[in-house]
T-cell receptor, first 114, second 112 residues
Framework: EAGVAQSPRYKIIEKRQSVAFWCNPI?????LYWYQQILGQGPKLLIQ????????DSQLPKDRFSAERLKGVDSTLKIQPAKLEDSAVYLC????????????FGPGTRLLVL | AQSVTQPDIHITVSEGASLELRCNYS??????LFWYVQSPGQGLQLLLK??????LVQGIKGFEAEFKRSQSSFNLRKPSVHWSDAAEYFC??????????FGPGTRLSVLP
């Protein structure tokens, strides 16, 4: 079974530029999560999708971050404009259903904002 | 709101020695508890989880964890550490119906 795929793996941009990350969850997984992991910290949930609907985006900085999950499969997370403090690893995870089901994580995208 | 603390930022053990990683949580009721491992450049992998029942939980790779309600703890243990266990370990709390809160992590180094 293929795991959660993410691209790109690394990205370096300058502040005020925009950037987009892509995630392809495990086939058949209805729930998709985006996490931000700042160096030295645990992952922080940004947004959770159930199929193509948003379940929780309470910690998503909506003035600069946006995410979508068209057709309930792939998802993209965008930052526009980026700030220095957005430097982090962005992790995508998927699960079959409720939050207590095992979440399977992708390898992450490491973003550096200069 | 729930919170998770992992008091040890970095632990070093010798290969073959026993290991205990500490996790304490703050939550008003019994939460759902998880331990994840993250190897360099890899995503997080679930080691084990506790929802209810037996307070000693067995996981993958020879890990186990014990839920102690009186101490609000969910410590991870392994009787004999292997060099491949060197990684970052995260404890997470997920009250029913809500999403996970991860602890800050404990980095494990293993000496040959």
């Amino acid at each position: 079974e293929a795991g959660v795929a993410q691209s790109p793996r690394y990205k370096i941009i300058e502040k005020r530029q925009s950037v987009a990350f892509w995630c392809n969850p495990i086939s058949g997984h209805a729930t998709l999560y985006w996490y931000q992991q700042i160096l030295g910290q645990g992952p922080k949930l940004l947004i959770q999708f159930q199929n193509n609907g948003v379940v929780d985006d309470s910690q998503l900085p909506k003035d600069r971050f946006s995410a979508e999950r068209l057709k309930g499969v792939d998802s993209t997370l965008k930052i526009q404009p980026a700030k220095l403090e957005d430097s982090a690893v962005y992790l995508c995870a998927s699960s079959t259903g409720t939050v207590q089901e095992t979440q399977y994580f992708g390898p992450g995208t490491r973003l550096l904002v200069l | 709101a729930q919170s998770v603390t992992q008091p040890d930022i970095h632990i070093t053990v010798s290969e073959g020695a026993s290991l205990e990683l500490r996790c304490n949580y703050s939550y008003g009721a019994t939460p759902y508890l998880f331990w994840y491992v993250q190897s360099p450049g890899q995503g997080l992998q679930l080691l084990l989880k506790y929802f209810s029942g037996d307070t000693l939980v067995q996981g993958i790779k020879g890990f186990e964890a014990e839920f102690k309600r009186s101490q609000s703890s969910f410590n991870l243990r392994k009787p004999s550490v292997h060099w491949s266990d060197a990684a970052e370990y995260f404890c997470a709390v997920g009250p029913y119906g809500q999403n996970f809160v991860f602890g800050p992590g404990t980095r494990l180094s293993v000496l040959p």
